[in-house]
């Protein structure tokens, strides 16, 4: 009952937008809107026990909304997520694990973010606090702003999004420091919100340098309260985060390199570690864009359901069946098709190949048995639909984020990412 009627909510906030006028100014306001969804068809082979699959979505479906006021002091910002309804069996996605699916992308909440922010700048300088509902100051941007449909299998090692936030930030011209609270809990649906009785029992850091105004160096920590059992009670987790992010002046080419690594605990003793490693770059000539990335991941290899795309959620215990590193490489072209403004249209194919290996032993779980193969192929066709404003970059905030009066850095401009 709850989704349908965030969906009728949903559904209601599209209905007035005036695409002529995606942005404008109300009073001391200045407000922009936009949306986006990507229609794609996908074939694994294999995707589990022998068998080739093919399946076809509407994901991402986005709608945000982004609001200034007095010159930016204040900001509203907003993301809705209609991904509990397009894609709510989830989106095949080989080796990815989370939120109780595996080798299946999950549905991200319904309210994807809502925050409020106040900031004080003063030419390359400020400082900001932001309240609400969205990403945790750790690790790298959210896979959903980068060049590539499918997502990479380290989502949940690199990124700590859809909790109830209070962050505070300062910046100089060369460093930006956060520091947040959130709850630790996963959410268990699209439908899902923060626990309120799990309101602030977690916490993170994050330090970025900025050596020129293209280039970015992040690094990050967090202590996670049991994500995974939203009772409370299991296993915590310690995170580390490292990246180095580049993009031209003209936002056609753009570069990161990242390193995560997420610890579990029960108590003061570590129990399992999984690492990641990852590259992506991209480039666009004209209307033509290419990106490439390389990913080697570790990952759980968890208990599964009758329902062999889903695991056990919460776990049942603190075992695992075995682990496994996974090695994925992804290339992706596209091209823009013109079309009227405020539109944009643009049809892409991606291909990859992942290998797996076991990296525990004796292990309950052979991956080349399970699938068939000792690796996976995946093809992804389809287009990315959008109107009104630009994809944001999510997971900074305030004085966070990379533009400020001064510093026109590396605000990902999506129409030339993707």
Same mark, same amino acid.
Request: glycine share 10%.
């Given at each position: 009952?709850?989704?349908?009627?965030?969906?009728?909510?949903?559904?209601?906030?599209?209905?007035?937008?005036?695409?002529?006028?995606?942005?404008?100014?109300?009073?001391?306001?200045?407000?922009?809107?936009?949306?986006?969804?990507? &229609?794609?068809?996908?074939?694994?082979?294999?995707?589990?026990?022998?068998?080739?699959?093919?399946?076809?979505?509407?994901?991402?479906?986005?709608?945000?909304?982004?609001?200034?006021?007095?010159?930016?002091?204040?900001?509203?910002?907003?993301?809705?997520?209609?991904?509990?309804?397009?894609?709510?069996?989830?989106?095949?996605?080989?080796?990815?694990?989370?939120? &109780?699916?595996?080798?299946?992308?999950?549905?991200?909440?319904?309210?994807?973010?809502?925050?409020?922010? &106040?900031?004080?700048?003063?030419?390359?300088?400020?400082?900001?606090?932001?309240?609400?509902?969205?990403?945790?100051?750790?690790?790298?941007?959210?896979?959903?702003?980068?060049?590539?449909?499918?997502?990479?299998?380290?989502?949940?090692?690199?990124?700590?999004?859809?909790?109830?936030?209070?962050?505070?930030?300062?910046?100089?011209?060369?460093?930006?420091?956060?520091?947040?609270?959130?709850?630790?809990?996963?959410?268990?649906?699209? &439908?899902?919100?923060?626990?309120?009785?799990?309101?602030?029992?977690?916490?993170?850091?994050?330090?970025?340098?900025?050596?020129?105004?293209?280039?970015?160096?992040?690094?990050?920590?967090?202590?996670?309260? @049991?994500?995974?059992?939203?009772?409370?009670?299991?296993?915590?987790?310690?995170?580390?985060?490292?990246?180095?992010?580049?993009?031209?002046?003209?936002?056609?080419?753009?570069?990161?390199?990242?390193?995560?690594?997420?610890?579990?605990?029960?108590? @003061?003793?570590?129990?399992? @570690?999984?690492?990641?490693? $990852?590259?992506?770059?991209?480039?666009?000539?004209?209307?033509?864009?290419?990106?490439?990335?390389?990913?080697?991941?570790?990952?759980?290899?968890?208990?599964?359901?009758?329902?062999?795309?889903?695991?056990? $959620?919460?776990?049942?215990?603190?075992?695992?069946?075995?682990?496994?590193?996974?090695?994925?490489?992804?290339?992706?072209?596209?091209?823009?098709?013109?079309?009227?403004?405020?539109?944009?249209?643009?049809?892409?194919?991606?291909?990859?190949?992942?290998?797996?290996?076991?990296?525990?032993?004796?292990?309950?779980?052979?991956?080349?048995?399970?699938?068939?193969?000792?690796?996976?192929?995946?093809?992804?066709?389809?287009?990315?639909?959008?109107?009104?404003?630009?994809?944001?970059?999510?997971?900074?905030?305030?004085?966070?984020?990379?533009?400020?009066?001064?510093?026109?850095?590396?605000?990902?401009?999506?129409?030339?990412?993707?």
């Amino acid at each position: 009952m709850k989704s349908t009627r965030l969906y009728i909510l949903a559904t209601v906030l599209l209905i007035p937008i005036d695409l002529s006028a995606q942005s404008g100014q109300f009073g001391p306001a200045h407000v922009e809107i936009g949306a986006q969804a990507i &229609g794609v068809v996908t074939r694994e082979s294999p995707a589990i026990h022998g068998r080739d699959l093919t399946e076809g979505y509407l994901t991402q479906p986005l709608v945000m909304a982004m609001a200034s006021l007095w010159n930016d002091a204040l900001q509203l910002k907003g993301t809705l997520d209609l991904e509990g309804v397009t894609i709510k069996r989830g989106e095949l996605n080989a080796g990815i694990l989370g939120e &109780g699916y595996i080798d299946r992308r999950h549905p991200h909440t319904y309210l994807h973010e809502l925050l409020i922010t &106040g900031q004080r700048i003063a030419g390359d300088n400020g400082a900001s606090v932001t309240l609400g509902k969205g990403f945790a100051p750790f690790g790298t941007d959210d896979p959903m702003a980068r060049p590539f449909e499918k997502y990479p299998i380290n989502h949940h090692l690199a990124q700590i999004l859809e909790r109830a936030v209070a962050i505070g930030a300062v910046r100089t011209r060369r460093v930006i420091l956060e520091a947040g609270l959130f709850n630790g809990d996963e959410p268990e649906g699209p &439908g899902d919100v923060p626990n309120r009785a799990r309101y602030w029992d977690s916490w993170s850091g994050r330090v970025t340098l900025i050596p020129f105004p293209q280039g970015e160096l992040q690094g990050s920590y967090a202590r996670v309260r @049991s994500p995974e059992n939203a009772r409370g009670g299991g296993e915590d987790q310690h995170k580390q985060s490292a990246s180095i992010r580049l993009e031209d002046a003209q936002h056609s080419g753009y570069g990161l390199l990242e390193w995560a690594r997420t610890s579990d605990y029960v108590g @003061s003793t570590r129990t399992f @570690s999984f690492t990641s490693l $990852l590259a992506e770059t991209s480039a666009r000539y004209g209307v033509v864009s290419g990106a490439l990335r390389f990913e080697r991941t570790e990952r759980p290899d968890e208990p599964r359901l009758t329902n062999e795309f889903m695991t056990p $959620l919460p776990a049942n215990d603190l075992s695992i069946t075995g682990r496994s590193r996974w090695t994925i490489v992804t290339a992706r072209v596209a091209a823009l098709v013109p079309v009227p403004m405020p539109f944009t249209v643009e049809p892409f194919a991606e291909i990859a190949r992942a290998r797996f290996t076991p990296t525990l032993t004796p292990s309950g779980f052979d991956p080349a048995q399970f699938y068939g193969a000792d690796h996976i192929w995946s093809f992804s066709v389809g287009a990315t639909l959008k109107v009104g404003m630009k994809h944001m970059r999510m997971g900074r905030y305030g004085v966070a984020t990379t533009e400020m009066r001064g510093m026109k850095m590396a605000a990902m401009d999506m129409d030339g990412m993707r």
